[in-house]
Structures are given as structure tokens and as C-alpha cells.
């Protein structure tokens, strides 16, 4: 079967979700999955910066006790995002799943600058990152996820159910696409497609 080609748009925004230091601790967090979550995040910073596009850095801050909140030392951004920080970026910081509900508010922000095209990354692929795509695909925006850059760890559920890592992603994935709210990418498809559109606007 043929991929359709990817048309990133000249003010598409990179949405950058939760990559905060606080999920490097796994006595906290448990197994995770995809290693190179991180790398690929970066390279989509890069290219995003390189081309002049929006960048939207979100972070969460957890009630007390937990290593996201923001007097602990994990409430901190990664240093990939750290070295990466731009005075263009759009910083948003949340209390709950969706990055729609942060403060300032992302709607009103796109809107202002005619954004109808969001490209949705980070952490944790079936929390944060889900869940803002589809709340992006409710409010009538193109959503692309790159799915191997973000990552999740394993979750225990009802009556002993469990989910790896690896389940779990495959399962935002199949919620996201084929429930319609996003389109399921890699991140070498949109640096591809991302330098293709530069180079030809």
C-alpha cells in the first residue's frame, strides 16, 4: 500500500509535551519504552527552529509529592529541551492531560496566528500525548503524531490487567488513527516532508 505524502504547513506547530526530568526516574515510573523518544524529539526541534516554525513547550505540574511538581528538581525540562529553549517558543504550563487546558490558553494562541496544523510529541504517549491529540482532533485541527518520538511505561489496570510499554503505544496509535482524531506518523516522515516544504516555499 502506497503512504499517502505528508503536506506540512509553513506555520504547522511542533507541540512538545511534558519531556520533563521527573520521568527519568524509573523507581518511580517503572519500565519505559522507545529509547530513542528522545532523539527524535530533539530532531523535530531542530528542524522546526531551522524553518521558522512554531514551537510550544509544555509542562506539567503534579501535586506535591510527585516528581513533576514544581518544587522538585523533575519538574525541570529535560536538557534537550533546555539547550533548544527559544525566546519564540510558546511555554504552557498544565495541571491536567490535555495541553488544552494550560496556562496561556494554546486555543486562543493558535487562532491568533492562524494555526490549523499541530504536530503532537513527548511524554507519556498514552497520557499527555494522546490526549491533547485528541482533543485537537475534536477542535477541527490536523493532528500528526509522531509516534517514535514519544514514549510511555508500563501500566497495571483493573483485575490484574497489565500493559507493556510497547502495548500501550500500539494502542494510542490504533485509538488515534482509527478513531480519527490524528494521523500516526514517524519522525523521519515529517523531517522529510518538513524540508521538503522549506525548500520549496
Request: proline share 5%; charged share 15%; hydrophobic share 45%.
Amino acid at each position: 500500500m502506497t503512504e499517502t505524502a505528508i503536506d506540512i504547513a509553513a506555520n504547522s506547530a511542533l507541540l512538545v509535551i511534558d519531556v520533563q526530568k521527573g520521568f527519568d526516574d524509573p523507581s518511580f515510573w517503572g519500565p519505559r519504552n522507545n529509547p530513542a523518544a528522545e532523539e527524535n524529539i530533539a530532531a523535530l526541534m531542530d528542524l522546526w527552529q531551522e524553518t521558522g516554525r512554531p514551537v510550544v513547550l509544555v509542562r506539567h505540574a503534579s501535586r506535591p509529592g510527585s516528581v513533576l511538581a514544581p518544587d522538585q528538581p523533575g519538574h525541570a525540562f529535560k536538557d534537550l529541551v533546555e539547550e533548544r529553549l527559544g525566546q519564540e517558543a510558546l511555554l504552557i504550563t498544565k495541571t491536567v492531560n490535555s495541553a488544552f487546558y494550560g496556562t496561556p490558553d494554546l486555543a486562543a494562541w493558535l487562532t491568533a496566528r492562524g494555526i490549523g496544523q499541530l504536530v503532537v510529541a513527548g511524554i507519556q504517549t498514552n497520557m499527555c500525548v494522546e490526549t491533547t491529540a485528541r482533543m485537537a482532533g475534536n477542535l477541527g485541527y490536523e493532528v500528526l503524531v509522531p509516534l517514535d518520538a514519544t514514549h510511555t511505561f508500563d501500566l497495571a489496570g483493573p483485575d490484574g490487567l497489565s500493559l507493556t510499554a510497547d502495548e500501550l503505544a500500539a494502542a494510542t496509535a490504533v485509538n488515534l488513527q482509527g478513531g480519527g482524531f490524528a494521523r500516526v506518523v514517524s519522525t523521519a516522515q515529517l523531517l522529510s516532508a518538513s524540508g521538503a516544504a522549506q525548500l520549496t516555499a
